[in-house]
Structures are given as structure tokens and as C-alpha cells.
């Protein structure tokens, strides 16, 4: 079994920063890909950042140039820095994990989300 808890979010003025942590922790697993989904009130969840264990990195539009995401595989952490913070980037962000475990497999994981307020 693997558990990701994130940390980081919180209240912040338009134009300001915010950097999201998500640990995943456990045993038997090792690490495929690490994302960050977000989802606002009535709307759908939709994918904002994703890194795999090669650094390749993918970025949804309304991001790009704003947001950062790094991942240390050392610690199986996933970082999103979040510059240039807007009004519409608020929502409950979610971190999600792609895994290989022993011995099930391939597995999906995702945390429980952390909210991320932008005040106009």
C-alpha cells in the first residue's frame, strides 16, 4: 500500500506563490510518474502538471510559464511550484502517483487533496 499526503496550500493574494508537497511513502513500490490534478467547485477534475522518473515534464495550458513541477526520487517526493498565482487557479489540488509494486503490479495512487485559495 502506498500514501501520499500533500502539504502547501493555503490562502494567497493574485500575484503571489504558493509550493505544494506530495511524500508518497511505503514499502514494495517504486515510483513511475508523479502528477498534480486540480479541481474547482462545479467543475471537472483536470490534470495541471505531470513529471515521469525521466523528467519529462507536461503542462496543461493555463499554466505554463506560471507552475513548476520537480520531483526528488530519492525522497518520492513531487514538488508544484505556483508563481503568478490567479483567481482561477483556486481549487483542491491533488496529487496523483504511478507505481510499480511488488507484487501486485502497476498501481494508481492519489492523495486527499490540499485547497488552494487566490483572493482577487
Known amino acids: 500500500q502506498v500514501q501520499l499526503v500533500e502539504s502547501g496550500g493555503g490562502l494567497v493574494q493574485a500575484g503571489g506563490s504558493l509550493r505544494l508537497s506530495c511524500a508518497a511513502s511505503g514499502s514494495g513500490f517504486s515510483v513511475n510518474s508523479m502528477g498534480w490534478y486540480r479541481q474547482a467547485p462545479g467543475k471537472q477534475r483536470e490534470l495541471v502538471a505531470h513529471?515521469?522518473?525521466?523528467?519529462?515534464?507536461y503542462y496543461t495550458d493555463a499554466v505554463k510559464g506560471r507552475f513548476t513541477i520537480s520531483m526528488d526520487n530519492a525522497k518520492n517526493t513531487v514538488y508544484l511550484q505556483m508563481n503568478s498565482l490567479k483567481p482561477e487557479d483556486t481549487a483542491v489540488y491533488f496529487c496523483n502517483a504511478v507505481v510499480t509494486t511488488i507484487p501486485r503490479g502497476p498501481a494508481n495512487y492519489w492523495g486527499k487533496g490540499t485547497l488552494v485559495t487566490v483572493s482577487s
Open positions: 513529471i515521469t522518473g525521466s523528467r519529462s515534464t
